[in-house]
Each structure stands twice: as structure tokens, then as C-alpha cells.
């Protein structure tokens, strides 16, 4: 990594030589042409690119395959450092542009997973329609690279010119958006990590079930895992997902609008960074006359969430449990047992090259399950004691892949049976799919390949479980006539957002770990107190920044603190819990919080406690409330004393309140505001990390909303900007089916990922003010900004 940054400095030293020569010519030369003719290997017919005033490509052209094409050109021509970033992490690569540190650490845990391996095996199994699109889309790709004589500012600085595209490149990176979508695993090792300090039954209370359900029983398998080797695995994947990390739709019939029709609503809540995750587009085949609109991901050649003539659709993650961890207990040196007795490892070896330095060579163990994670600490340290190794299953890392047939079919769906059954090519983490359309009908389904486990397996993956017991082993997938599915209910409403999404009485176990109700039941009170719905309901709804967190929190911190001024009651006391970038009480409700985490919990938890750092709401109201079994995480264990729940709610709002003074200033706490600490850090890869260079590419700017809001922000609890926020809404739109013209859309930062593009950060303001830009099937070629038409350059 030094030699990296090494590197970087001298082209930032080339940067300043660039300024002082020509100005910025030769990055603004490296903008891509949007307007003129350009003769093209891989197209079939002509095409044409109309970009309007927002940046957003109108692509229309005489087929299907070559709006793929086109697709591929224009991620290419807007996002191309983007996808050269993601396919390299995905496939373990990234050392060979950026160098030893955290690259290098990434390379070897993708390596272990083996994605560059599955996306070929994925690839030779896919049917033949999926092919095609892929190398259909990897040729507008490469047909852009192909015709760039400057690359963007990016591959300047770096010195680094990029492969071309290949179709597997885009598997790769579809799976490493299913690893954001899979979060189980994770939570499998914070377990883990916390029965080497408490008991079960703590555990349990710090991840309790969720509201309604019965607690779990956690059996200790922690005399196999030593705490500094889970600590190792655990910071090799990645600390859980921020909590409220997650998503809203909803949709309503024409029973709830003003218009007597349908209306969609949809807000996926990823990590945010320059630039966007999601490419807006308009794609039109003029053979069959059928507009798709919508995000694309760049890499893939499809809209993942949109709408077309007939249809609009929305996801959310279901969350479900589609990872176990398996502790396997190994026989000799090259062996593990199964229930069938001892059986070999499948090994292979992988050779990373790494810039500036050598290359580094490793082994890579898989199980029955999966590859073998526990390797990843190292020869001369074990992550499990000397006789067992840790390893992953995953439905990620099965040879069969369909989702982009999936996509295809879905932005092609003309009714809700078409849309069910493009699912049935859909092997992704569950997603809660609601659905809408121009007859008026609504729907919602969840397909996904989720695991069947044995009635007598208690774990159900929410622990490493022993893998050479067959109770513990994946008993096939459910069938897609078993997942939840809905349509036209006589609510006339249908809204997700990660919450449980099953009754009690669902016969089959999708997840035990379910997000929280609170977002979910606040669309739900909307949506009844707003109807009848229009464009301007939803549009309040998206920016609703009111925190049921805070309504059940807050009057209980308010009865047990005897420590604060009367002042400071009375403005908590009467805030009406939103957590606007204006507000004073936002950030002080925010701090105390934080605080009242640490105070619960950090001496218990002791060196591992900065990882589990983070809101826990169902936790805590438990405990404040005095419920049974849980007035003891008040006492502080370092004394002889018996603390309450009192001591420990004052000494966290004085914890809170020095911490703010030492932010904000101890003059006049009135005048503090939410969003003087609480921004929203969109960062570059790599150019964020890099002194001189951080100012042109990251974003950084105010944010309202926290965690379980609507419009949903985070904070980092536990790092050293304890307010900062890196994710949010990566995308909003709202589908109006009186006329879907009208449908908006808004991206968080902007259409390109080239800092000089007029494009890079002009929907930030719209986007922080809760509006949106339309993008219209009617646009006529021509009446855009400007029109790139490709050719076919046999036709030259």
C-alpha cells in the first residue's frame, strides 16, 4: 500500500504538472463522446443514445441484444473505472493495480471464495439466451474501449490500462452484490465471538428474536473456536451490516390513490460512494416497441428495478439464511471427518500478482460445504484450535446461476404470472418484490433458492454448526410454490422493509434473523393515515425522518435520568423525533444513545466490545423496561457495587453530553445541530484514501434520517467520527400508473463517475431534497442534451 500511495503522489505531482501545462485538457479530454457517429465492432444495426439534461442515456435500437450492446457502451463510457474496481475485487485482483495492504488482504478472501471460479461454472450452465446477453453486453464494453484514445482520470493516475470485458466478469460481480444482500454469516460469528465472554442466554439477549417469536436455544460450541482466531475470521469478512441497513417498497391500488390507480414506491438502502452503485436508463426496442426504464448495475446488461409498459417493480432484502458456517474436525493433515467418515480436502492453488512487490502464492482448501475461511489467518496461525478448520456454505457458490435470465424476463414481465415466473430463474438472496401494473393489480413475491434445514437442527444457522453431524447439513432448497406471494390483497396495500414478512403460522423457516418492524410499521401507519395517495404523499413519505426508535426510547432514558437539567428535559420531552439536519435534539438524543450502548455493555464485552458497538433497540428497551433477566447488564462488573439502571442511563447522558461539548463547543448547546456531525461520507475507491485527490472525488454533505427512519441514514456508533454516515437511500423512485411518464426517479450523486462530468454529483441536491427527475418513454431522438449514434462498422 505505501508503494501505492507512493505511486499515487507522483501522479498527483503529474496532476499539478497537467494544471500548470494545459489546465485540466487532458482529463476533459478523457470525457466520453456523447454526440456524432461512431462505427463500432459488435453491433447489429444502428443505435441511438440520446442523453438528456440529466445525463441519462435513452438507448434505442432494432434489438434486444443490441440494446445489451449499448448498455455495455455506455457503463463503459460513464462508469468504466466502476466496473474495473468491482471485477477486480470479485475476482481477487485488485493487488495487481493497487498493491500490498488492504488490497491484498481482499484478493485472498475473494480467492478463498472462489467467485472468478463460479462465475465460469455459472456461465458453461446458463442457457443459451443468458450467453448471449452477457457477451452481447461485453462487446459494447470492449467496443468502447476499443474507440477511447484517453481513459478517464482514474487510469491516468494509476498508469493502468484494463482488460477487456469478459461476460463471466459480470457473474463476478453480481455476486459480490449478493454478499452485501447476505448478512447471516456475519452474525454467526458475532455469536460466536460473544460465548467466549457470556453465557447463552446473554447472547440471546443481545441477539434477541424477533418481537413475537419465541428466543432461540444456543448450544456452545466455543471449546472449538479460541477468541483471538474468531476475532481473525471475523474481521476477514467484514463487520455486520450497519443496523437499519436495508430497504422500503410499497404499493397501493387504485382503492388508496387519487387517480383510481396504482402506485409503487421503492428505496434500496445500500452503501453509498462515489459514484453511484445504480446507472438510470431508458432502454427501447423498436422491434417489438417495448420501453424498459429504470437502474442498471454497471457490469450487467439489464434494468434490475423499473418499470416498462406494462409493469414497475421494486426490491427490498428479505434477509433470509442462505450461509452456515461449519466447523469441520480434520483427520491427519489432508482429511476432515463427514458422516460418512474421513473424507480428502478439494484444494487448489491460487497466485495473486501484487503491484510493486511479489507475487504472493496460496492454498485454498474446500470442504463438502464450502471453501475453508479459517485458512485466511495465516500459515504460522490457525483461526481454529489445531483440529478443526471453518467453512463456508453459501448458495452464492453454487455452479448454477440464472439471474440474468431473471432480469431479462422481469424487464420484458406484461402481468404478474410473467413476473412470478421470470423468479423462478432467480437464485439471489430472497428479495420482497412488490409489483404493480397498468390493470390495476398488485402483488408481491419473494423468490429465492433458501435451505431446507432439519427439524432437530436448533442451531439453524445462527451459530457455527459441526459439520461432520448430518442433522446440520442443508436438506435441499424450498420449492418455489412454498415462498411467500401475494396478490391484490383486500388491504389494497402491500409494504417491506426487511421486517418479518411471514405469519406465524409459515410452515417453513426462511430466517431467524429478521430486520426490525420499526420503518415497516411506519409506511404501514402512512399509508393508512395518507389515503388517497399521489405522487406528493409518497414523496413526503420518502423523506419522513420521524424515528419510532426514538418514541420508544427516549421517554424510558427520560424517567430513569435524575442527572439532567431541567432545560434539556423539556426540549427532549416535547420533540417530535425527527432527526432533521436542523434539529438540536436529533443529535442529542443520538449521542446519548451511543453512550447508553457503551454503558451497558463495553465492561462486559471488554476488547471485543467495539465490534458490537451499534443500535440495539429491542435490547435495550429490555433492559430500561426491567424486564425479567436483563437488570444486570446495568451493574458495572469492575465494582463491588451493585449499579441501576439509573447510574447507568445518567452516566451515559454525562458521557454524551462531555462528548458533544468536545465536538460542538460548550457555549450554547441550542445552536448544536444534527447535521454539523452527522454527514453522509460517499467515498471513491481508491482516491479517497489519498491526500490531495479526496476533495475532487468523495462526496461529503449533511444527512438527515438515522437508522430506522424512512429516510433511512446511518451512524458509525463506534468509530472515531461516531456520527458519520455511509449509507442511505441509493436510489429512489415512485411509479404512478395514472400516468407512468410521470414516474421519478433520483440517484444520490449523479450519472457518471468521471469527477469533470458536469454529471458526476447534480442529483445530490435533489437527491437530499427529497425530489426527483422524470425520465419519459416519449423522449424523441434528438430532443436530449445530444445524440451518439453507433453503427455497425461492417456497414462502414
Not at 342 to 349: E, G, I, L, M, Y
Request: negative net charge; aromatic residues 10%; proline residues 7%.
Amino acid at each position: 500500500m505505501k508503494k501505492w500511495a507512493k505511486r499515487i503522489s507522483l501522479g498527483i505531482l503529474a496532476l499539478v504538472i497537467v494544471i500548470a501545462l494545459g489546465g485540466y485538457g487532458l482529463f476533459y479530454a478523457s470525457l466520453p463522446q456523447t454526440s456524432g457517429t461512431l462505427m463500432v465492432e459488435g453491433a447489429k444495426g444502428p443505435i441511438n443514445i440520446t442523453r438528456d439534461a440529466n445525463g441519462i442515456p435513452h438507448i434505442s435500437a432494432d434489438s434486444e441484444n443490441d440494446l445489451y450492446f449499448a448498455l455495455g457502451f455506455v457503463h463503459a463510457q460513464d462508469r468504466l473505472w466502476q466496473m474495473e474496481m468491482n471485477r477486480r475485487l470479485g475476482s481477487g485482483r485488485l493487488a495487481e493495480v493497487l498493491g500490498e495492504g488492504n488490497a491484498l488482504n481482499a484478493d485472498k478472501y475473494f480467492r478463498t471464495l472462489g467467485f472468478h471460479i463460479k462465475a465460469k461454472q455459472a456461465y458453461d450452465n446458463m442457457p443459451v439466451e443468458g450467453r448471449n446477453a452477457l457477451n452481447d453486453y461485453a462487446n459494447g464494453v470492449n467496443a468502447y474501449l476499443a474507440q477511447a484514445s484517453i481513459l478517464p482520470p482514474e487510469f491516468i493516475l494509476t498508469g493502468h490500462s484494463p482488460e477487456p470485458w469478459q461476460a463471466t466478469d459480470t457473474l463476478v460481480w453480481m455476486k459480490v452484490m449478493w454478499m452485501s444482500l447476505s448478512m447471516n454469516y456475519r452474525k454467526e460469528i458475532g455469536r460466536a465471538q460473544l460465548m467466549t465472554k457470556l453465557t447463552p442466554e446473554q447472547v440471546a439477549q443481545i441477539y434477541p428474536p424477533y418481537p413475537g417469536d419465541n428466543p432461540p436455544t444456543l448450544p456452545n460450541f466455543t471449546s472449538l473456536l479460541a477468541p483471538e482466531q474468531l476475532k481473525a475470521v471475523a474481521s476477514g469478512y467484514g463487520a455486520e451490516m450497519p443496523a437499519g441497513y436495508g430497504s422500503n417498497n410499497w404499493v397501493v391500488s387504485g382503492k388508496r390513490t387519487k387517480s383510481g390507480m396504482p402506485m409503487l414506491a421503492n428505496d434500496p438502502h445500500l452503501g453509498l460512494s462515489t459514484p453511484a452503485i445504480w446507472y438510470l436508463a431508458h432502454l427501447h426496442d423498436r422491434s417489438a416497441d417495448r420501453h424498459m426504464i429504470g437502474v442498471s448495475l454497471p457490469g450487467a446488461p439489464v434494468i434490475v428495478l423499473g418499470r416498462n409498459d406494462h409493469i414497475a417493480w421494486g426490491f427490498t432484502n428479505t434477509g433470509p439464511d442462505t450461509q452456515d458456517l461449519f466447523i469441520e474436525k480434520l483427520v491427519g493433515d489432508d482429511q476432515y471427518l463427514t458422516p460418512a467418515g474421513p473424507v480428502d480436502f478439494t484444494t487448489r492453488t491460487e497466485t495473486i500478482n501484487v503491484s510493486g512487490g511479489e507475487p504472493l502464492t496460496m492454498n485454498v482448501r474446500e470442504t463438502r460445504h464450502g471453501p475453508v475461511l479459517s485458512d485466511l489467518g495465516g500459515a504460522s496461525k490457525s483461526i481454529i484450535d489445531a483440529d478443526h478448520v471453518l467453512a463456508l456454505q453459501w448458495t452464492a457458490l453454487m455452479p448454477e446461476d440464472n439471474i440474468v435470465i431473471a432480469g431479462i424476463h422481469m424487464m420484458k414481465a406484461q402481468n404478474f404470472d410473467d413476473f412470478v415466473k421470470a423468479g423462478a430463474d432467480y437464485a439471489g438472496p430472497a428479495q420482497n418484490m412488490v409489483y404493480a401494473d397498468i390493470d390495476g393489480n398488485i402483488g408481491y413475491f419473494s423468490p429465492a433458492r433458501i435451505p431446507v434445514r432439519r427439524a432437530d437442527n436448533i442451531i439453524n444457522g445462527r451459530m457455527p454448526s459441526p459439520g461432520w453431524d448430518a442433522k446440520y447439513d442443508w436438506q435441499g432448497f424450498l420449492n418455489y410454490s412454498d415462498l411467500p406471494k401475494r396478490f391484490n390483497p383486500a388491504s389494497g396495500m402491500i409494504a417491506t422493509a426487511n421486517e418479518k414478512i411471514v405469519a406465524d403460522d409459515y410452515p417453513h423457516f426462511i430466517t431467524g434473523d429478521w430486520g426490525l418492524p420499526y420503518r415497516g410499521n411506519r409506511i404501514r401507519r402512512l399509508l393508512e393515515k395518507g389515503t388517497p395517495h399521489d405522487a406528493g404523499s409518497f414523496q413526503e413519505m420518502h423523506s419522513d425522518t420521524i424515528s419510532d426508535v426514538a418514541s420508544d426510547l427516549l421517554p424510558l432514558m427520560l424517567d430513569l435520568a435524575t442527572d439532567l437539567p431541567d432545560d434539556i428535559r423539556a426540549s427532549l420531552t416535547t420533540w417530535d423525533r425527527s432527526m432533521d439536519v436542523t434539529s438540536t435534539n436529533a443529535i442529542i438524543y443520538s449521542a446519548w444513545h451511543r453512550e447508553l450502548i457503551r454503558a451497558l455493555i463495553a465492561d462486559d464485552l471488554g476488547d471485543l466490545f467495539p465490534s458490537f458497538h451499534r443500535s440495539r433497540p429491542i435490547f435495550v428497551k429490555a433492559i430500561l423496561e426491567g424486564k425479567e433477566g436483563h437488570s444486570a447488564w446495568c451493574d458495572i462488573i469492575s465494582t463491588d457495587e451493585t449499579e441501576t439502571c439509573i447510574t447507568a442511563v445518567n452516566n451515559a447522558f454525562n458521557a454524551a453530553w462531555a462528548d458533544l461539548e468536545s465536538r460542538m463547543g460548550n457555549n450554547d448547546w441550542q445552536s448544536w445541530k444534527y447535521g454539523e456531525l452527522h454527514t453522509l461520507d460517499q467515498k471513491h475507491m481508491p482516491f479517497s484514501m489519498v491526500p490531495g485527490l479526496k476533495h475532487i472525488f468523495s462526496i461529503v454533505r449533511p444527512q438527515q434520517g438515522s437508522n430506522y427512519t424512512i429516510n433511512v441514514a446511518g451512524n458509525s456508533m463506534g468509530s472515531t467520527t461516531p456520527y458519520r454516515s455511509s449509507f442511505g437511500p441509493s436510489f429512489r423512485a415512485i411509479y404512478d400508473f395514472a400516468d407512468l411518464n410521470k414516474s421519478s426517479f433520483i440517484l444520490p450523486n449523479g450519472q457518471s463517475g468521471h469527477p469533470m462530468s458536469p454529471h458526476y454529483s447534480d442529483m445530490w441536491q435533489k437527491w437530499n431534497d427529497v425530489t426527483a427527475v422524470t425520465i419519459p418513454s416519449t423522449v424523441a431522438e434528438g430532443d436530449g442534451r445530444d445524440t451518439l449514434t453507433l453503427m455497425p462498422a461492417a456497414l462502414n
